[in-house]
């Protein structure tokens, strides 16, 4: 598949994240989406310099969410509809196409 199909993919899936989040009970606050080609931060090859990357800060009740393992549940239903899931990679916030 072509890149921009990609990423029409990935924006076609994105609301049906989020929305699982919300409805999981989580307050959800977006971290990085597109890093620029020639940024420093993350890997040369990251997913986000391709605009096929999120990475969602969960939150319940006030408290943030950090280990891999707060976002399992919303993970597995990521990759469910067809997404990969950082916690496979020790990046748990981290949701990809």
């Known amino acids: 598949m072509k890149l921009g ?13 989020l929305l699982h989040a919300h409805n999981l009970g989580f307050q959800v606050r977006i971290g990085h989406v597109y890093r620029c080609p020639d940024c420093k931060v993350g890997s040369a090859t990251s997913k986000h310099k391709r605009k096929l990357a999120i990475d969602l800060n969960l939150f319940k009740g006030g408290k943030f969410l950090r280990g891999t393992e707060d976002h399992r549940e919303l993970g597995e239903y990521w990759e469910s509809i067809g997404g990969r899931w950082g916690g496979r990679f020790n990046d748990g916030n981290h949701y990809e196409l």
């Open 5 to 17: 199909k990609k990423q029409e993919e990935f924006a076609r899936l994105l609301p049906y994240l």
